[in-house]
């Protein structure tokens, strides 16, 4: 990515970021300084990744700090940033930490500074799974606007492709808003990957007759027992590559891991629009009054996940086990800087 296309920038009196919506056709950078506008930000998807959201969330959280004087008011702003949307811990995570900083602003510039580095283990151990010429699945956007770093899941395939080793991606679509159809193949192309967009009922023929290697996807909140709450369509990409026998990986940071709770069960579900579904680019596609299903995510279980790929390398089964030994891991990305 190039500097103008950076996901998010601080300015001092703003928030800068890169209208995500108005990809890849315009690279439009818009500016939230208010509550109202870092919270819609958020909730319109201008601004989207878990990792991403986590950034733009505590540098909005520091400049609410600066303009809003009275204490009980910039506590309910504050929570409001944080509620955004429910299903990504890494927003909660990164206000948290924020607010429990004495310099709240250099708080949230370390928590960018240490994705940046994330990314980069994460990239670097992700590269040593995917073998020379292989075909890889990926599901959604998990690039470097998704994290405001390198990226997690692309990160890794773009590392590989930059060590030599010509991965060919196949890109599901990702309805209903096209992450994948407008996020991914875009920032594959610019990274000079080999790409391949296909829709998301596509994914399970690809699987089988396409010689995919293996899937790799990124998440937005992960239990204890590995059970991934990701983009809704993942849990159905990983059941096809179960079946054929194809290694599934998540590629995320520790950051996006809940250990709080024990298993998927317990991990809320961002229910959008109805006309998210019922629409297509602005165009209607069902008739007037049609009734639409629109969770945002879906949890696949930890049973079907190969390994996650995180700052600290490749984490494996039992994940009952060795999921909630990352909890007292040392913050690599602080050490290093």
Known sequence: MNEALDAVRWLGDAVEYIDQRRLPHEDLIRRAATVDEIETAIKTLAVRGAPCIGVFGAYGVALLRSSVTDDDAFRAAALRVRNARPTAVNLMWAVDRVLAAQDMLAEARAIHDEQRSIDDRIAAAG????????????????????????????????????????????????????????????????????????????????????NVDLVIVGADRIARNGDTANKVGTYGVAIAAAHHGIPFYVAAPRSTFDFSIQSGAEIPIEERPADEVTSCGGTRVAQEGARAYNPAFDVTPGRLVTAFITEYGVVRPPYQESVPDLAYRPNLAAMAR
Do not use: W
């Not at 990926?138 to 470097?144: F, I, L, S």
């Not at 296909?198 to 396409?210: E, F, N, P, T």
């Open 127 to 210: 590269a040593e799974l995917i073998s020379r010429d292989a075909r890889i699945l990926t599901h959604c956007n998990t690039g470097p606007i998704a994290t405001a770093g390198g990226g997690t899941a692309l990160g890794c395939i773009i590392a590989a492709a930059k060590a030599g080793k010509r991965p060919h991606v196949f890109v599901d679509e990702t309805r209903p808003l096209l992450q994948g159809a407008r996020l991914t193949y875009y920032e594959l192309e610019r990274a000079g990957v080999d790409a391949t967009l296909i829709v998301d009922g596509a994914a399970a023929i690809v699987l089988q007759r396409k």
